[in-house]
């Protein structure tokens, strides 16, 4: 008790004290602290605890304030990128241009690799693609003059020369109406071998036989396309059309479907599936398109079955429809054209087809909704069966079989097998069948309503970058390289702008049979691979994570030569993928005469994920009076 009374009172005599003399107390504290620290720094520096010291006053008082400013450049860079290569493993890239003959070079439809296949079935025409040793290592060159194509829809009816200098079709088919030469231009009147009034007209009488008007018919392919008049006139009643025809059949007949501004590919019905999933699309064409339907046991009416919807048409116009009233300007038998028919005739009955009508040179069947009843009558018609173990969206080097492809089960035999389509334009965002029915792995109707959403608003995005995307017309042939859904596509649809859509073999979900379902367009590809289609194919080309699919199956820049290769001049590129793949891609680009930048995701600087916006700079091969050793360069 006595400690704690003392306590008090000593504590508030320290108080009273410090309050009556704080300034003496502080001050003497604060001397004593600074002598002792001087002397402690005196004392190391002179036993050398501090070392360089010497060295460092040398600097400071050698070198005057002037001669800093002028030789001192301070280093903000990072240090620690990994080392440079030894100089064994370094390579400098150099990807010259080609040489003036691979103008057109299309890799997987030369023609002198052709003729080294066999000519039966037309096997030679298929794609046959170089191996890894022959694969070209230099750009495609454009011709001497080529300008760029006429905007849509102008160029429906008009191209350069320059671009695709053939005048082959112009006196092959002189009487025909598919294209003439005036002065620097081609002009395509949208005539054809079987609508001499027209392609307009012909699509008016086909208009009178199927309802093209209401929506139901929205995806349609032409085989033996000519010069694609068909799909060009059938694009102003919202019909969307991939034309194909086998390369040199006739001189560049794909290639003006191409300059045109209509969706082809190089392609032929032979011995291996069109690459085009199952029930794709609403109508298929044929105008005097020299197929045989009814050779090799009706195999390719079988093929086109399968990529026919249940309820879609087939349309047929030349031999050997009419061959009553055309059998002599044909230079054929009457027997030889009434056994074809019949043959065509009896083929369609095996599918289960029905003959809907014959008109003047026009021939219509629709395949069935469901396949209940064709299964009875395989009691009448024993050929062909139905396939059981081939996947029937499989469609890449894939051998034709003489089977039909079942149609999904259905309950009864008013329902559509795979769902009922939406009729276009609500085709375009409704819920495909193959997602909203669980066929599609993967893919939920949730995922399928979050893509188009996201696909929105990063087209959205690219359109604020990229101003060229933003202008109307600017823009007219376009490829998606991995189109996933078709968000993509989807999100343009309202431009004027078609897009074909490519779903990578190496994908890990097939979705094409989905994007087909939507009104949208597309085809199968392995970008290991070249493209069934001519140089300077598209304006613009999206490649969203492309080298990441391809890392380790391809080289990086054998894929960024084939972009070139089909990429017109002044076209553009996006593509998305991680910051390091895209510096690589960046690299590469730069020796290729592109214009390119890197920028930040649309969710901002913080994910990994960048884009790439570049453009193919102008150039062409050099004028034919000029030396060959070089290629002229246009700013």
């Not at 604060?30 to 605890?49: D, E, N, P, Q, R």
């Not at 691979?529 to 492309?546: G, K, V």
Request: glycine share 6%.
């Amino acid at each position: 008790m006595a400690v704690m009374a003392w306590f008090p009172t000593r504590l508030s005599h320290i108080t009273t004290f410090n309050a009556k003399k704080p300034s003496l107390y502080y001050y003497t504290l604060v001397a004593i602290l600074c002598t002792t620290f001087y002397l402690i720094g005196i004392w190391k520096h002179s036993v050398g605890l501090i070392p360089n010291s010497a060295a460092a006053d040398g600097y400071l008082t050698d070198v005057p304030c002037s001669s800093l400013h002028s030789t001192i450049e301070l280093d903000f860079l990072p240090h620690h990128l990994p080392p440079d290569p030894p100089p064994a493993a370094a390579r400098v890239l150099h990807l010259p241009p080609c040489d003036l003959s691979f103008s057109e070079y299309t890799p997987c439809e030369d023609v002198k690799r052709s003729l080294k296949f066999d000519r039966g079935m037309l096997v030679y025409r298929e794609r046959h693609c170089p191996e890894k040793n022959e694969l070209l290592k230099c750009r495609v060159p454009a011709p001497y003059g080529y300008k760029v194509p006429f905007r849509w829809p102008r160029s429906r009816e008009f191209a350069w020369f320059a671009n695709v200098p053939h005048k082959e079709l112009t006196v092959e088919k002189k009487n025909q109406n598919w294209v003439k030469v005036e002065g620097e231009l081609f002009r395509f009147p949208g005539g054809g071998t079987m609508f001499p009034r027209g392609a307009d007209a012909y699509i008016d009488d086909i208009d009178e036989l199927i309802n093209l008007k209401d929506g139901s018919i929205r995806t349609a392919i032409d085989t033996g396309c000519g010069v694609a008049s068909w799909g060009a006139y059938l694009l102003s009643r919202n019909i969307l059309a991939v034309s194909f025809a086998p390369r040199d059949t006739h001189e560049a007949q794909v290639q003006f479907a191409l300059e045109r501004g209509v969706p082809a590919l190089i392609g032929v019905l032979a011995s291996i599936r069109l690459p085009y999933p199952s029930r794709a699309f609403d109508m298929a064409h044929c105008s005097r398109c020299l197929i045989p339907w009814g050779q090799y046991d009706g195999l390719y009416l079988i093929e086109v079955d399968r990529i026919l919807r249940p309820g879609g048409y087939w349309i047929l116009s030349g031999p050997p429809i009419n061959w009553e009233n055309h059998w002599k300007g044909w230079n054929r038998t009457r027997d030889n054209l009434r056994a074809e028919q019949n043959l065509i005739e009896t083929g369609a009955k095996s599918l289960c087809w029905k003959k809907l009508v014959q008109k003047d040179d026009l021939a219509i069947w629709q395949k069935p909704t469901n396949h209940i009843h064709c299964r009875a009558n395989r009691k009448v018609f024993k050929q062909p069966r139905f396939c059981q173990t081939q996947n029937p969206d499989m469609a890449w080097y894939t051998k034709l079989e003489t089977c039909l492809t079942p149609l999904p089960e259905v309950s009864n035999i008013k329902e559509i097998a795979g769902g009922q389509l939406a009729k276009w334009p609500e085709r375009l965002n409704a819920i495909p069948p193959r997602i909203s029915s669980g066929r599609l792995t993967g893919i939920t109707e949730k995922m399928f309503v979050e893509n188009t959403e996201l696909w929105k608003k990063r087209v959205e995005y690219y359109k604020r970058v990229d101003h060229q995307l933003a202008e109307t017309g600017r823009y007219r042939n376009l490829l998606d390289m991995n189109a996933h859904l078709g968000g993509f596509a989807a999100a343009l649809v309202d431009d004027p702008v078609w897009t074909m859509n490519v779903v990578p073999i190496e994908a890990e979900i097939n979705t094409l049979g989905a994007v087909y379902e939507r009104g949208l367009i597309g085809t199968y590809q392995s970008w290991c691979e070249a493209m069934s289609t001519y140089p300077r194919t598209y304006d613009f080309i999206h490649a969203d994570s492309i080298f990441s699919l391809y890392q380790d199956r391809c080289e990086m820049e054998d894929i960024l030569l084939e972009m070139d290769r089909i990429l017109r001049p002044e076209g553009s590129v996006i593509i998305r993928d991680d910051v390091d793949v895209l510096v690589k891609v960046k690299n590469i680009i730069d020796v290729m005469q592109w214009d390119g930048r890197i920028v930040d995701h649309e969710d901002g600087p913080h994910e990994r994920e960048k884009i790439l916006f570049a453009v193919k700079q102008y150039w062409t091969v050099p004028a034919p009076e000029q030396s060959q050793q070089g290629i002229k360069t246009i700013s």
